[in-house]
Nanobody, 124 residues
Framework: QVRLVESGGGSVQAGGSLRLSCAAS????????MGWFRQAPGKEREGVAAIDSDGSTGYADSVKGRFTISKDNTKNSVTLQMNSLKPEDTAMYFC??????????????????WGQGTQVTVSS
């Protein structure tokens, strides 16, 4: 059973930075497409960034230029570097993985495996 474990959430002031990490275990498959999603209270889960095993990436318009996703295929891990954080980035952030690149990489409905989430809070 694939298990995804996130770490690195926390509280930061606007303009600050946080780095989220996610590691996959319980699998020998290393070519997952992996992504980060977030969900704020009362809102739907939305895609933030995704990266395929070949390094191709996709970002939500709201985070382009501020967030960077990277992947280590040898460690089956994915990292989200978040800079210039804004209060509207406050949400629970989830790591997700899929065996192959979904048609819509930022569509949460197309990912099979999910972590439990890590909270990110940005204060103004």
């Amino acid at each position: 059973q694939v298990r995804l474990v996130e770490s690195g959430g926390g509280s930061v002031q606007a303009g600050g930075s946080l780095r989220l990490s996610c590691a996959a275990s319980g699998t020998t498959y290393t070519s997952y497409c992996m992504g980060w999603f977030r969900q704020a209270p009362g809102k739907e889960r939305e895609g933030v960034a995704a990266i395929d095993s070949d390094g191709s990436t996709g970002y939500a318009d709201s985070v382009k230029g501020r967030f960077t996703i990277s992947k280590d295929n040898t460690k089956n891990s994915v990292t989200l570097q978040m800079n210039s954080l804004k209060p509207e980035d406050t949400a629970m952030y989830f790591c997700a993985a899929n065996y192959f690149r979904p048609r819509a990489v930022l569509n949460p409905g197309e990912y099979r495996f999910w972590g439990q989430g890590t909270q990110v809070t940005v204060s103004s």
